[in-house]
């Protein structure tokens, strides 16, 4: 999953449209579709403020945004074997789904 993907997600759960975060962050609506849409990434500032907006901590949306592909090979084991567990807690914890 993406980025902007996860960031939809977490937008759908808080009942928030693109424009609303725009505001709530202090950007404009096109930098938010851009985010989403994968157009570019947000600086770590941004999505500091898209983390709090949406009560997610930034490294909650980082996780969520990772595939197996992102791992490193000597790493895949310990992923396939943590990501389910992480998924079902972060799913619990925020609520949201995974």
């Known amino acids: 999953m993406t980025l902007g ?3 939809k997600i977490l937008l759908k759960r808080k009942g ?11 950007k404009s609506k096109t930098s ?3 985010i989403i ?5 947000p600086s770590p500032e941004t999505l500091e403020s898209i983390s709090k907006v949406l009560e997610v ?10 595939s197996e592909n992102d791992i490193p ?3 895949k084991q310990l992923y396939k074997m943590i990501s389910p567990m ?3 807690y972060l799913s619990e914890l925020f609520s949201i789904e995974i």
Do not use: R, T, W
Request: aromatic share 6%; net charge negative.
């Open 57 to 66: 901590p930034v490294p909650v949306i980082h996780f969520m945004s990772l």
């Open 16 to 26: 928030l449209s693109q424009v609303q975060l725009a505001a709530q962050i202090g």
């Open 32 to 34: 938010v579709s851009q």
């Open 73 to 75: 090979e000597d790493k």
């Open 5 to 7: 993907e996860v960031i």
């Open 86 to 88: 992480m998924d079902k």
């Open 37 to 41: 849409n994968g157009v570019y990434s």
